[in-house]
């Protein structure tokens, strides 16, 4: 549909606020957003910005919502480059993008998966759907291979005294369409929460500046242990 050019001017300048709202970002951290200041960059009096933002936090949601998205598309850009059909090439795919995303825009990730903003908290009905996109092409690709017999059985990982922990299962389960048992479910969410741990020890430093010379060697290594963790058959297997 054909924008008005109110409509357009409208356009461009939320894309100009949150531009500018990122910049700032990276250079004043979340806690020190202002609005005033992103009038400033502008060059808009601040009451010009109210307009169109109402608040930080709301600018703050916007910033969110851009991160998860621009994570979002790195995500699936990098798997769709990739047979549907090879499960192990499909994962280790995301799991580079996440890093990639993460090491290219490290304020935007911290954002997302660092410490709180003191006294923001984001609204789950604008945030939710694009922050679970990764987890959602995750669980797309380990269903995938579980319902193509393209993952090693379960090993009875779990404990004997499991039922809370199944239950909550089921309720997963059901919301999100999943077939694999719950040692599938198991594996997923831990392979799902060390690979953003190995980014987020990468990304906030908690390696030491030293340690590694080349993090991204590690990081593979680390991939290659999820591969096996998640049960991913390999080609000979």
Not at 101 to 124: D, I, K, M, N, T
Not at 174 to 189: F, H, L, N, P, V
Request: charged share 20%; proline share 5%.
């Amino acid at each position: 549909m054909t924008q008005t050019p109110r409509e357009r001017a409208r356009r461009q300048t939320m894309e100009d606020i949150v531009r500018i709202g990122r910049e700032h970002l990276a250079t004043e951290g979340a806690a020190a957003l202002s609005l005033r200041a992103v009038a400033r960059d502008l060059g808009v009096v601040s009451s010009a910005v109210y307009r169109y933002v109402k608040s930080r936090d709301e600018l703050l949601t916007l910033l969110v919502i851009d991160g998860y998205t621009g994570l979002g598309d790195a995500v699936d850009a990098a798997v769709e480059m990739v047979p549907a059909t090879d499960f192990p090439a499909q994962f280790r795919a995301l799991g580079r993008a996440v890093r990639s995303w993460a090491v290219a825009e490290p304020a935007r990730y911290g954002l997302l998966f660092g410490s709180p903003v003191p006294g923001y908290q984001a609204p789950a009905d604008q945030t939710t759907g694009p922050g679970t996109r990764v987890i959602g092409q995750l669980v797309r690709i380990i269903e995938g291979a579980y319902r193509s017999g393209a993952l090693v059985p379960g090993r009875g990982t779990l404990p004997a005294d499991n039922g809370t922990l199944a239950a909550d299962f089921a309720a997963i389960r059901a919301e999100w369409g999943i077939t694999g048992d719950d040692d599938t479910m198991a594996r997923c969410i831990l392979v799902w929460a060390a690979l953003f741990g190995a980014v987020n020890f990468e990304v906030f430093g908690q390696y030491g500046h030293a340690t590694f010379t080349d993090p991204a060697v590690l990081y593979e290594a680390h991939l290659a242990s999820l591969a096996r963790l998640a049960g991913f058959r390999e080609p000979g297997d």
